[in-house]
């Protein structure tokens, strides 16, 4: 399972993993494919910089990325209003009486932590800044095309660059800026996607692209015969994100995940639901008690992004420490009904390996006969 | 590209092909696969004993099957109650007013026929009556289970049957009743079709069925890539439909489909949408100015099966009559965005088949790298 990608990468197997989680995102770099390290979570880029010192001494020597969260249009914010002003009353009335009727405590006195300030630009900005410090083979942008100046400040410092896209038209656009990779993100992924699956998009987009860039498949890979369809399909290397979040090594960044991993190992693959009540853009959650009560007749329109996510941070830290998987707010795509276990990383990694040999082989029996 | 299909079936390659043109189903036959003819236009059986034995003198002697639309349960119809009746005056004027803002014309006087009935169970059965006194070698039914008798009036005249699912229980539970091969009908699938896209579903269901019934993939199938894709996913073969509809073979049975034609070949992968106004079950359509109407604010709930195609087939009729290409009502899938011109069906069975060899030999040097 070896395309140019892991040339151009250094890695083994073409499977890059998103996760958040640092423990995993080095695992999978040290299991042979690229970890790449969400840094929405970190609102101080000092924090970042100390995870990624960690990174450095614990990916055996084997490259890693990261991944910002940089709207092309950069959001009227922060410039000198607090953008928490700008949350409607009926918002943050709704999020209130939703948490009391699904029996979300209150977070004890001194606990908690701000809102995710990942999602502004500025915030971003300062992880790339961060990031170019490290030894980094990747920045990986999880909305479009990164503005012209952090594409040349990443090239600079001969960092390559990928961007997301979930219309062929988006993809050609990011290669015409000057980005390296193209992440083709099918309607079933996790997190911000578009209308269009994964079976259509991902030719579109790698004949969009040509010979310019690698295109990487996202959405619905979970084994090795899903990233075999994927490389049938012309992808170089395949994107995982949800497939990571039901992992040993996620426990050991957050221990408090446990009932999140219970709720996505009791999912079906039916249990999502694509809303834009976690950021303001579509994106793809497991379905609980939470995203539930946003479909309601009674609940508002969500904001517009980066003012959706401040409304709702809070609220998902009372969920988080509420330790009930009936209310877990977490992006998560369809694959989610095959994650019926929590395993390690390096079983992950060595499935997706043999399941794509053996579908090869299976293949080329189908193609001879 | 030979699978154990192949030799059930008869056929030379594992491509079934949907197809409401019998020139089209037997154009699919008489290259290698297997065209299936789908009988919902049929509100007459004697009109489709004459068209299969169409078949039966244009196939070359090669298989094919029939399609039809047999919901699970049997709706309240046709019981001393004319259905027409059932519908709401409010529906019947949203189309008219519709019809009118949208400039298309009233049909000339003694022109156009009755709604479609084919998705009535009655006609449905003798559809079915009929199909069993030809060679076919397959009956489909396009939503869930037939009904028991209808399976076993099937297999006692020695035809397979097959049914359509979106979710991995209803495969298995088609297959407890008897089903012999389950079409996996993913997301991006043009007509009725479920939440979950191919590369989720298909492996999901090849699981469930086991070695109980070979499993077709549907949904986002138009090349070769895609078939070896959907057979790296574990399928024994493919079931198209949407790519048939923009071939020269299917103007001799419907001469005045261009402006449908048209539409298709400019549309791009953005343009359908999943609605309930064209049977009352969510099925991807062409988005057209049509679809557009029923989004509108001013537009009605869509009426449940059989009510909602009685109600809009006329109106499909002065659409059809009227050859604007911007109010065309066709179900397609996602693939819409890859049918760019008007071909014959021999060149894109051709394409399917060495884009398939192609695709296979690409991944086997990627896994022998």
């Not at 009227?76 to 009335?93: C, F, M, N, S």
């Not at 899903?226 to 990571?244: C, D, E, H, M």
């Not at 609220?315 to 994650?339: C, E, F, K, L, T």
Request: glycine share 10%.
């Amino acid at each position: 399972m070896r395309t140019t990608l892991c040339d151009t990468l250094g890695i083994d197997l073409p499977i890059i993993g998103f996760t958040p989680s640092e423990h995993v995102a080095a695992a999978i770099s040290r299991a042979g494919g690229l970890g790449v390290l969400g840094c929405v979570r970190f609102n101080d880029a000092d924090e970042l910089d100390k995870v990624l010192g960690w990174m450095d001494a614990n990916t055996g020597g084997r490259p890693y990325g990261v991944d910002v969260v940089m709207p092309a249009k950069v959001p009227d914010e922060v410039k000198g209003v607090d953008p928490a002003t700008l949350i409607p009353a009926e918002h943050r009335e709704f999020v209130d009486r939703t948490l009391a009727q699904l029996g979300v405590p209150e977070l004890p006195e001194g606990q908690g932590r701000d809102g995710v300030l990942g999602w502004l630009h500025s915030v971003a900005r300062s992880h790339v800044e961060v990031a170019l410090e490290h030894p980094i083979a990747l920045i990986a942008n999880a909305l479009g095309s990164p503005p012209a100046d952090v594409i040349a400040q990443a090239h600079d410092a001969g960092v390559p660059v990928a961007a997301l896209a979930g219309k062929a038209e988006h993809a050609a656009r990011h290669v015409e800026r000057g980005v390296d990779f193209v992440v083709a993100q099918g309607h079933e992924a996790g997190g911000h996607t578009g209308e269009i699956a994964s079976m259509v998009l991902l030719p579109e987009i790698v004949d969009a692209v040509g010979d310019r860039a690698p295109v990487l498949a996202a959405g619905g890979i979970g084994s090795g015969r899903q990233a075999a369809a994927a490389l049938a399909l012309g992808a170089q290397g395949v994107w995982t994100g949800s497939i990571w979040l039901a992992t040993r090594e996620y426990l050991e960044t957050m221990p408090e995940s446990e009932p999140m991993q219970q709720a996505l190992v009791a999912a079906t693959s039916a249990d999502t639901v694509r809303t834009r009540i976690y950021t303001g853009k579509p994106a793809r959650l497991l379905k609980t008690r939470w995203t539930e009560a946003w479909s309601q007749p009674d609940a508002p329109e969500p904001l517009p992004m980066p003012l959706q996510n401040l409304l709702v941070a809070p609220a998902h830290n009372r969920i988080h420490a509420s330790s009930d998987p009936s209310v877990v707010s977490m992006p998560v795509g369809q694959i989610v009904g095959r994650m019926n276990e929590v395993r390690p990383v390096a079983d992950v990694v060595a499935d997706l390996a043999s399941g794509f040999t053996d579908a090869v082989t299976r293949l080329t029996e189908i193609s001879d006969a």
